[in-house]
């Protein structure tokens, strides 16, 4: 059974920085991607960053491009998603997903397991 675990939330003035972690289990991943999704109160799910665990090939969403950084740590089956300058609007429900097939995908539907999600709460 594949089970993904987030850590890292919290609380963090408008500006500043987290690092988020996801830590996989009951499943080898090799070429599916990894992805990182978040939810704000009253809003739909949307697509953060995502990453290939075999060749490392990313994509964001274009509001955080620059800012924020996905990457993996294949021995430690574990996905981080770096968190730069912060903006408070960016408050939210962060989940760590994982795709049962290949190709990365901005779709919350095509990913098959979730974490539990952490929250992120940008002050201002």
């Known amino acids: 059974q594949v089970r993904l675990v987030e850590s890292g939330g919290g609380l963090v003035q408008a500006g500043g920085s987290l690092r988020l972690s996801c830590a996989a289990s009951g499943r080898t991943f090799s070429s599916e991607p990894m992805g990182w999704f978040r939810q704000a109160p009253g809003k739909e799910r949307e697509f953060v960053a995502a990453?290939?665990?075999?060749?490392?090939?990313?994509s964001y969403a274009e509001s955080v491009k620059g800012r924020f950084f996905i990457f993996r740590d294949n021995a430690k089956n574990t996905v981080y998603l770096q968190m730069n300058r912060l903006k408070p609007e960016e408050t939210a429900v962060y989940y760590c997903?994982?795709?049962?097939?290949?190709?990365?995908?901005?779709?919350?539907?095509?990913?098959?397991?979730w974490g539990q999600g952490t929250q992120v709460t940008v002050s201002s």
């Open positions: 990453i290939t665990w075999s060749r490392g090939i990313t």
């Open positions: 997903a994982a795709r049962a097939t290949v190709g990365v995908s901005i779709r919350a539907a095509e990913y098959a397991y």
